[in-house]
């Protein structure tokens, strides 16, 4: 069954430090998403991406964050300058479809946990 | 390899009606079982199963687990529109808090 991948599994880094954590989707979707949850708190939602550019990003998502799809498989966020604060679990996700007011099925990755020092 | 299925993948019922969504799991290093309902963007947490037998419960919303059998089920009594959602069970295995996302049941409630 198809599935997202995310690596690594975890990723310990020194605060300043660029970090880039990889997802691959399911193959024949076109739709990406990166979301957050810092321990003990709510999921929050980071970016989403399609067609080679970000459809909608919240305001978590400043100039230190940035997505890329570098090949027809990975989808990459970049922290730039990782902060204490990013330290958090970062899940990818893919769908098929796309609906303006939400509904449609998202399939998530099993996560990165991030670790600033 | 580790899998969460949920059933239905989708639910259309009227509203007052009552809904029982399933979500079975085989993980190898289980730590606990997690209810979402994602509307529009992310997800926003309701449950999280960790013992068997003990229902946890939230206004119309309850929710128990069976180690033995290896699921779990989400209950929401009278429901209403805006109970309208994809909900999501994920558990959560190993050290490093990773989760294994079951695709979701889409629930429709129509007035």
């Known amino acids: 069954e198809p599935e997202v991948t995310q690596t690594p599994s975890h990723q310990v880094t020194q605060m300043g430090q660029e970090v880039i954590l990889r997802c691959v989707p399911i193959s024949n979707h076109l739709y990406f998403y990166w979301y957050r949850q810092i321990l003990g708190q709510k999921v929050e939602f980071l970016v989403s991406?399609?067609?080679?550019?970000?459809?909608?990003k919240s305001e978590i998502f400043d100039d230190q964050f940035s997505v890329e799809r570098p090949d027809g498989s990975n989808f990459t966020l970049k922290i730039r300058s990782t902060k204490l604060e990013d330290s958090a679990m970062y899940f990818c996700?893919?769908?098929?479809?796309?609906?303006?007011?939400?509904?449609?099925?998202?399939?998530f990755g099993p996560g990165t946990r991030l670790l600033v020092l | 390899e580790d899998k969460v299925v949920q059933s239905p993948l989708s639910l259309v019922v009227h509203e007052g009606d009552t809904v029982t969504l399933n979500c079975s799991y085989e993980v190898t290093n289980f730590r606990s079982l997690l209810w979402y309902k994602q509307e529009k963007k992310a997800p926003t947490f309701l449950f999280m199963l960790?013992?068997s037998g003990i229902e946890k419960k939230s206004g119309r919303l309850s929710s128990i687990l069976d180690k033995k059998e290896l699921f779990s089920i989400l209950n929401i009594t009278a429901t209403q529109t805006g109970d309208s959602a994809i909900y999501l069970c994920a558990v959560e295995e190993g050290s490093n808090y990773q989760l294994i996302w079951g695709a979701g049941t889409k629930l429709i409630i129509k007035p």
């Open positions: 991406f399609y067609n080679n550019e970000i459809s909608e």
């Open positions: 996700a893919s769908s098929e479809i796309y609906l303006a007011g939400g509904g449609e099925t998202q399939y």
């Open positions: 960790t013992s």
